[in-house]
């Protein structure tokens, strides 16, 4: 008997040390539908100023002893590209160190993560909740303000019989397609942009 505890305790510590420390990493994905196809496009050259912290932005949390890995910088970079070439006529997509003629471009707009966080609520049903805050600052070639806006985009996902993974997954990326919809219907509609390019001409 003695020895059959000692068996049974030794498993539990086996799968106990398997459990604690473990991570699961989360990746997501740009949708196709997210524009508005019928408004025209601003016509101004803008130049997407992307840094790596934007690009390989990961928000990080822990639960029950497990590590949740949210890689949101590489969608975050794919939606920002997506939304600059669907707001501007003309775009083009730089890094931060890039060197690049000023005089062709109108317009730099660069973004940022202010916020973002996920959790999970139990209950019947569970949620998972979720937010993402990206900051947008828009300048003109010398490097003078045009355009700051911040866009929260709010996630939630409710499920009696689904798994906490598929939740938090389908939560955030809520989240983001919420981000991204708000942020190119203002970029698109924003008469102090548009009034920028007509200027510029």
Same mark, same amino acid.
């Given at each position: 008997? =003695?020895?059959?505890?000692?068996?049974? !305790?030794?498993?539990?510590?086996?799968?106990?040390?398997?459990?604690?420390?473990?991570?699961?990493?989360? %990746?997501?994905?740009?949708?196709?539908?997210? $524009?508005?196809? %019928?408004?025209?496009?601003?016509?101004?050259?803008?130049?997407?100023?992307?840094?790596?912290? #934007?690009?390989?932005?990961? #928000?990080? %949390?822990?639960?029950?002893?497990?590590?949740?890995? !949210?890689?949101?910088?590489? %969608?975050?970079?794919?939606?920002?590209?997506?939304?600059?070439?669907?707001?501007?006529?003309?775009?083009?997509?730089?890094?931060?160190?890039?060197?690049?003629? =000023? +005089? =062709?471009?109108?317009? !730099?707009?660069?973004?940022?993560?202010?916020?973002?966080?996920?959790? !999970?609520?139990?209950?019947?049903?569970?949620?998972?909740?979720?937010?993402?805050?990206?900051?947008?600052?828009?300048?003109?070639?010398?490097?003078?303000?045009? #355009?700051?806006?911040?866009?929260?985009?709010?996630?939630?996902?409710?499920?009696?019989?689904?798994?906490?993974?598929?939740?938090?997954?389908?939560?955030?990326? $809520?989240?983001? +397609?919420?981000?991204?919809? $708000?942020? #190119?219907?203002?970029?698109?509609?924003?008469?102090?942009?548009?009034?920028?390019?007509?200027?510029?001409?």
């Amino acid at each position: 008997m =003695k020895i059959r505890k000692k068996c049974l !305790f030794a498993l539990f510590f086996s799968l106990s040390l398997i459990t604690i420390g473990c991570t699961r990493n989360f %990746t997501f994905e740009v949708p196709a539908n997210y $524009k508005d196809n %019928t408004t025209n496009k601003i016509p101004s050259c803008a130049a997407l100023s992307l840094s790596s912290d #934007y690009c390989s932005y990961i #928000y990080k %949390t822990t639960s029950n002893g497990e590590t949740w890995n !949210f890689h949101l910088g590489p %969608t975050l970079c794919d939606y920002s590209k997506a939304i600059i070439q669907d707001t501007f006529s003309q775009s083009l997509i730089v890094m931060e160190k890039d060197n690049i003629d =000023k +005089d =062709k471009i109108d317009l !730099f707009v660069t973004p940022r993560v202010v916020d973002a966080s996920v959790y !999970f609520r139990p209950g019947i049903p569970a949620k998972a909740i979720s937010l993402v805050v990206v900051e947008w600052v828009i300048r003109d070639k010398d490097g003078n303000i045009v #355009y700051v806006t911040t866009n929260e985009g709010n996630g939630l996902e409710a499920n009696v019989f689904g798994s906490h993974t598929t939740e938090l997954q389908m939560s955030v990326q $809520k989240a983001l +397609d919420d981000l991204f919809m $708000k942020s #190119y219907k203002e970029f698109i509609t924003s008469s102090e942009l548009r009034q920028f390019a007509r200027v510029a001409e």
